[in-house]
């Protein structure tokens, strides 16, 4: 490794890295186009916003901005635990579940030494929190419907594995592992290795799929095993970042040595905790969920494009040319989408669910933008 002598050298590892690109924010389109009314369907966000009862409370919490949060997040924990039926030790919180993957990696990986498993196309933030941890990212092939292909996962594990994780529903794709497919994966890990299921989009899959495998049925079968949850999608929260891990003590412990101080917000500790008695809110998102996937998929799938089947609040849109230029046209016409080069996938889109309304308009603009 060369050594720049000067203040600002970094790890070649850092040097490589691209940063995560987020999604265009709405601000930024309309500041750019000098127009109003854009819509924004890129990242994955709930179209009816948080429950009520988390304004209320986030509300609430404001009078008491002077004093710093509940480093442990106990009331919230506790109501996790008790929903989930597991010990509130066992429950990590973090500012939402991409600080969490940042952590994994950062407190049980050696760099230079420790590999950590995933597959192509999956959420970038793995391989990216490996390499900026200085852990060997390795992304293994999917099947041809950009599937995760469990045999080419398993077959990737060895002795330097620390690290697999896998997202059910997976982001961007929109696929789920089956029941068969996730014991397969828990079972072949070696011993030493996490097992990581990013559940993120759990809510959404359990309410479309009533055979949607659950990572959290498996604790007592693999104590290795960690899953991760957020209050960003079903709960919409994504502005106060916060998710949660469900993991065996022993790893709950290790994360609390590497976990920031105050971590989570007040704000966001009292939001999260009324969002999980409003069931009903819950509801009406997964029935939204429901009725959008239809209309988004047979609105642009009646354009003679194809549409991936999807467990999660999005789905993944395959254009059979460059998405750049499509993507550009949505957004001339204030349609924010998001293109898929950085996963690997440079000729499809991820289109985010909306408002009825909104999905309406999108696939107007997509019919315009494929004429033109």
């Not at 008491?64 to 030790?89: I, K, W």
């Not at 420790?114 to 196309?121: A, C, E, G, K, L």
Request: with cysteine; proline share 6%.
């Amino acid at each position: 490794m060369s050594r720049d002598p000067g203040p600002f050298w970094v790890p070649e590892y850092i040097e490589a890295l691209q940063p995560y690109q987020p999604g265009k924010p709405i601000e930024e389109l309309e500041r750019e186009l000098g127009i109003s009314g854009a819509i924004k369907m890129a990242s994955n966000e709930n179209p009816l916003g948080p429950s009520p009862l988390a304004l209320e409370a986030a509300g609430r919490a404001l009078a008491d901005l002077h004093l710093y949060p509940d480093g442990a997040c106990y009331a919230l924990r506790v109501a996790l635990a008790e929903r989930l039926g597991v010990d509130p030790e066992e429950v990590v919180v973090g500012g939402g579940s991409n600080e969490l993957i940042h952590l994994l990696v950062r407190t049980f990986c050696i760099p230079g030494a420790d590999q950590v498993v995933t597959h192509r196309h999956a959420f970038i933030s793995y391989a990216l929190a490996a390499r900026t941890h200085g852990a060997e990212a390795i992304e293994t092939p999917v099947t041809a419907d950009l599937r995760c292909d469990v045999d080419a996962l398993c077959a990737a594990f060895g002795p330097r594995t620390r690290i697999v994780f896998v997202a059910n529903p997976n982001n961007p794709t929109g696929a789920h592992l089956e029941r068969a497919e996730l014991e397969q994966i828990l079972e072949r890990a070696p011993a030493r290795a996490l097992v990581v299921v990013d559940e993120a989009y759990h809510e959404y899959a359990a309410a479309l799929d009533s055979d949607y495998a659950a990572s959290q049925a498996y604790r007592a079968s693999r104590p290795a095993l960690i899953t991760l949850r957020t209050f960003s999608k079903i709960y919409g929260m994504a502005g106060l970042r916060i998710g949660y891990a469900v993991c065996d003590l022993r790893a709950a412990q290790r994360l609390n040595q590497t976990r920031r101080p105050f971590n989570v917000s007040n704000v966001a500790q009292a939001a999260a905790l009324a969002a999980l008695g409003d069931d009903r809110h819950v509801a009406s998102t997964c029935d939204a969920a429901r009725s959008g996937l239809a209309a988004l998929t047979s609105g642009i799938s009646a354009l003679g494009l194809k549409v991936l089947p999807s467990l999660g609040n999005f789905v993944l849109v395959e254009l059979g040319r460059d998405a750049q230029s499509i993507y550009q046209g949505l957004l001339a016409r204030g349609v924010i989408t998001r293109p898929m080069a950085a996963w690997g996938l440079p000729q499809h889109l991820r289109v985010s669910l909306a408002s009825a309304p909104d999905i309406a308009r999108a696939v107007v603009a997509m019919a315009a933008v494929l004429r033109a």
